[in-house]
């Protein structure tokens, strides 16, 4: 029998990776690339230089404030937060805190933990910036100011979560969205998701409020969804641990690092060594008013998600909820079949052909399904071929496996291999008779009763087209010849 | 190179100079008052001529505060934080003043980053008056004041965070203009208080001040605090009409018995006010007298310590050595940083910052900043009540004539401080605000200072036009006095 809970709060960052520029300065908004190539003057804090707010990072992260059902602020104001670090080029971070309200503050968010409903309670969302990135060798340390000025939303939940089941699930929901409203590739292994996580235990038998919540760790820059959930099990492990030792109300407040290599957290400083961030707002940006029409157009924009997705894949499509759910499950997935849809594939075959085919030939290529070569344009035609009677769907089969082994598109290989399907009469009506005309005897035969030699005139056309003639049609015109 | 713009342009034109001599002769006496006052961080001597065209300002040497980032050429906010530090862009107020075909000289010392009012913090040295060399310019600007009195050039441009534009030029016996927060871009203007920092302009009469910054100004994409200006034209608007135009004085800064023990000074610069007063009067404007709570008057240095602390602490977070500036060489990077500025900044400086950490610490932010912002607030909506019935406010400059080096860090009459610091008004509402001279206490010159509503420069540079022709202190060259 447990009896303690465990009280879970999450710091997600996310960065903003599909805005053109950087959130305050008009360098290019990439750091995959060459080091110290996308950086304007601001980015390296050169002095007199200015920050400029970028409307399109700004559009969406009220975007995801609303997404989040979060209350958009009447003004946008933004704050410095004041501290030394190398990969901090002006000293102070560009970024938003409560008071005055960040871009979205109190809201909510409806999740799923295996197929049980849960509810996520939204502290604050705000936008910042990011800083630059560094490496650290033996002897020396390098500054990439790519990331530098990178817009960086992020979100700060209630202690809401009671297991890395609920983190991890509410993590994942939320990687979906940015990703189905086109604001972040969300890849943290590209760096663009960190989480710090808040973990803290208190008796099973106490009700849920701040006074009865333990003493809270905060366990900085996890860097993956994996981690988050080690972090988790770590942490009530140790925390529960304490308690048993009786030396848990001994346990300051305290902020602790994720060693990856040996699995745990590490203590770094205790709340009374908290950095004095002495914010203040930024007074180069003048407050700019959020109007109602902005955030209407804006609501206008918001693309479908992949909720709403999945319910009308089932209702609208017909499609099994376990297909819908793989269907949705990532938005290029979902992109993909909605373009087949787009392009009048039937939703059952096109759900066929992804949750089989395209998404098995995914996994053996270890690619995503937005970079097969594959596309859904391919694949619809290859599709249609079967539609207008030219391609058997066997044949469609292998010639996609053809393809994935090959790395050929598969209607070449149809064109190639001549498995394309003869349907034009004349042609096979000339063959026919040519055949007819060289088997008399035989012809004679069938006249004469033995009518299962048509099953060799068959296969005769069969032999010279090599199976491009569809039989049904072949048998036909046969038939009506020797009849 | 003691003429004004118009009469320079002139003579440009009708080919009795050219480019070439002008910048030739501003170069030369740009050496001789380095020599004489320390006025330069860098003089320019490959400064190169520019075409005449019909623009006002093509060919005309002119002088750059060196906080101004200059492409190209060193710009080391006179700190040796900076000392080494060449810029590979512009500000844009520059970018806009070179098309106009204007031709720096020369880069002016400064109080370090701007911070200072007496000339005496830069890092090559003290700036010494033309008028009187034991006395200071007073700052920040300090450096561009003292050559357009001794004459280098008919205008030099300079920032103004609380007064350093407007108090340097009243010491030096020339104008010192600083339009509305936001007309000029600040993008290249090394900051000191973001929220209070403006570009301007130092020359010897209004109308040049007008026609600089008609040349300066324009809404900026990489300042989102600069505003579009394009139907004000300054110099164009300046009809010296002024008739029924209404001045007001605040009777708690000019008034003699509002002081304890006021100097002899004191009492002959309130006392020229009051005469020149009457002379204004005659002009048609009418002149009233009006009342500003004591309190909130004694608070404006205050509340410009708290605010530009706070700001310029910030501000000058990004000056740790790693980036730009001569960084040391440890082992680590908090040491890294901390050498380099234990090293480099000056003591002044270095309190400033303790004294902005201060104030924003989450314990104290309430009690001093957020205060200050308050008491920020009030005092701009006083003197706003004021722009409702009165044009501008009319005000002396400081407490008399530019103040001796030695013995400068002698107590002031605490009555005082409120005259010495109301300029910080015109910081803390971005209120136009020029400053001319208006006469001489022991040969020393003082100014007068008119402070309009925002966005109504053309209406302030109108009246101080008119007020500067009644006067007799256009256009003056420094002649140094011996009071030995």
């Known amino acids: ?483 | 190179m003691n003429k004004d713009i118009v009469t320079l342009h002139k003579e440009l034109k009708d080919g009795k100079t050219t480019s070439e001599e002008l910048i030739k002769e501003s170069l030369k006496l740009s050496h001789e008052v380095q020599e004489k006052y320390n006025a330069f961080v860098t003089i320019i001597d490959d400064a190169k001529s520019k075409e005449i065209t019909d623009d006002l300002l093509s060919g005309i040497p002119f002088g750059i505060k060196d906080n101004y980032s200059t492409k190209d050429i060193l710009s080391t906010g006179s700190s040796n934080t900076l000392k080494n530090y060449i810029p590979f862009f512009d500000a844009t107020a520059l970018i806009n003043l070179y098309k106009h075909g204007a031709v720096p000289v020369n880069k002016t010392v400064m109080d370090e980053f701007g911070m200072g009012g007496t000339g005496t913090t830069g890092h090559t040295g003290i700036v010494l008056n033309p008028w009187d060399t034991s006395r200071m310019c007073a700052g920040s600007s300090a450096g561009s004041a003292c050559a357009v009195a001794a004459g280098v050039y008919p205008y030099a441009l300079g920032s103004d965070t609380g007064d350093s534009i407007r108090k340097p030029a009243a010491y030096c016996g020339i104008v010192g203009y600083k339009p509305t927060y936001g007309m000029i871009s600040r993008y290249g203007l090394f900051p000191f208080a973001s929220s209070l920092d403006t570009c301007g302009v130092l020359a010897r009469n209004v109308n040049d001040a007008a026609i600089v910054v008609d040349g300066m100004k324009g809404k900026d994409p990489k300042d989102m605090t600069s505003w579009d200006s394009s139907n004000i034209h300054l110099y164009d608007s300046i009809t010296k009409e002024v008739k029924g135009k209404k001045l007001c004085y605040i009777a708690e800064l000019c008034n003699i018995e509002n002081f304890e023990n006021p100097s002899d000074e004191l009492k002959e610069h309130l006392n020229n006010f009051k005469e020149n007063l009457e002379r204004i009067k005659k002009l048609g404007i009418e002149v009233t007298e009006e009342h500003v709570d004591k309190t909130l008057l004694n608070a404006i240095a205050s509340v410009y310590v708290v605010i530009s602390c706070a700001e310029a602490t910030s501000n000058m977070s990004n000056l740790t050595g790693i980036v730009f500036g001569p960084r040391e060489d440890k082992d680590d990077y908090v040491s890294t940083i901390k050498d380099f500025r234990t090293k480099n900044f000056s003591p002044l400086i270095k309190r400033r910052f303790i004294i902005g950490s201060y104030v924003l610490e989450a314990k104290n932010k309430d009690r001093y900043f957020y205060n200050a912002q308050r008491v920020r607030r009030l005092l701009v909506e006083a003197w706003n009540k004021l722009f409702e019935k009165y044009d501008a406010v009319i005000l002396p400059v400081g407490s008399g004539p530019a103040k001796k080096l030695e013995g400068s860090k002698e107590i002031l009459d605490d009555t005082a401080t409120a005259l010495e610091e109301h300029l910080q008004v015109g910081n803390f509402g971005g209120f136009p605000s020029i400053t001319i001279p208006d006469g001489f206490i022991n040969d020393l010159p003082v100014g007068l200072n008119i402070t309009g509503k925002c966005y109504d420069d053309e209406n302030v540079l109108n009246i101080a036009a008119a007020i500067e022709d009644a006067f007799d202190y256009k256009n003056q060259i420094a002649k140094e006095v011996n009071h030995d």
């Not at chain 1, 006074?211 to 809270?216: L, R, V």
């Not at chain 1, 598109?409 to 009469?425: F, R, W, Y």
């Open chain 1, 1 to 483: 029998m447990t009896k303690y809970k465990a009280v879970i709060g999450l710091e997600m960052h996310c960065e903003i990776t599909t805005t053109k520029s950087k959130v305050f300065s008009s360098a290019k908004n990439s750091y995959e690339v060459d080091p110290n190539v996308n950086i304007a003057p601001l980015d390296m804090g050169f002095p007199g230089t200015l920050p400029v707010v970028n409307k399109e990072a700004v559009r969406k992260a009220l975007m995801v404030s609303m997404i989040l059902n979060c209350k958009q602020p009447e003004y946008l104001y933004f704050e410095r937060k004041n501290y030394y670090y190398p990969d901090l080029p002006k000293g102070y971070q560009l970024t938003q805190e409560t008071k005055p309200a960040p871009v979205g503050i109190y809201g909510k968010l409806k999740y799923f933990v295996n197929g049980e409903e849960k509810e996520a309670l939204i502290n604050n969302l705000h936008l910042e910036e990011d800083s630059a990135s560094m490496e650290h060798f033996s002897d020396v340390s390098l500054i990439d100011y790519n990331r530098s000025g990178v817009p960086l939303l992020e979100l700060v939940t209630e202690p809401c979560f009671h297991n890395a089941d609920e983190t991890v699930a509410f993590l994942e929901t939320m990687r979906n969205i940015y990703r189905y409203a086109d604001i972040s590739e969300a890849d943290s292994k590209k760096g663009h998701i960190r989480c710090d996580v808040n973990i803290s235990i208190m008796d099973e038998s106490l009700e849920e409020k701040e006074e009865n919540f333990g003493t809270k760790v905060e366990v900085k820059n996890v860097n993956s969804f994996s981690a988050v959930r080690e972090v988790i099990n770590y942490e009530i492990k140790r925390q529960i641990a304490l308690k048993e030792e009786g030396t848990y109300d001994e346990m300051p407040q305290q902020t602790r690092r994720w060693d990856e290599a040996t699995m745990q957290t590490q203590f770094m400083r205790s709340k009374v060594d908290a950095i004095d961030y002495k914010y203040f707002i930024e007074p180069n940006i003048p407050k700019y008013k959020i109007t109602d029409s902005l955030l209407e157009e804006i609501r206008k924009d918001i693309p479908v998600l992949a909720d709403e997705r999945k319910e009308k894949y089932i209702n609208e499509y017909q499609l099994s909820i376990d297909d819908a759910k793989n269907l949705t499950k990532e938005k290029n997935i979902s992109d993909y079949f909605d373009k087949l849809i787009s392009l009048d594939i039937k939703p059952k075959d096109a759900s066929n052909y992804v949750n089989t085919i395209i998404l098995g030939s995914c996994n053996k290529l270890d690619i995503d399904i937005k970079d097969l070569f594959i596309t859904p344009e391919i694949l619809a035609e290859l599709i249609k071929l079967i539609y207008d009677g030219k391609l058997s769907k066997n044949q469609a089969k292998n010639a996609l496996y053809k393809a994935v082994d090959t790395n050929k598109s598969p209607l070449d290989i149809v064109k190639e291999e001549g498995m394309e399907q003869i349907d034009n009469d004349e042609e096979i009506i000339k063959m026919i008779d040519e055949i007819l005309s060289n088997n008399s005897k035989m012809v004679e035969d069938y006249k004469n009763g033995r009518t299962n030699v048509i099953n060799f005139f068959l296969g005769q056309v069969m032999k010279e087209t090599k199976g491009k003639v569809n039989p049904a049609k072949a048998m036909e015109i046969l038939k009506s010849k020797l009849d």
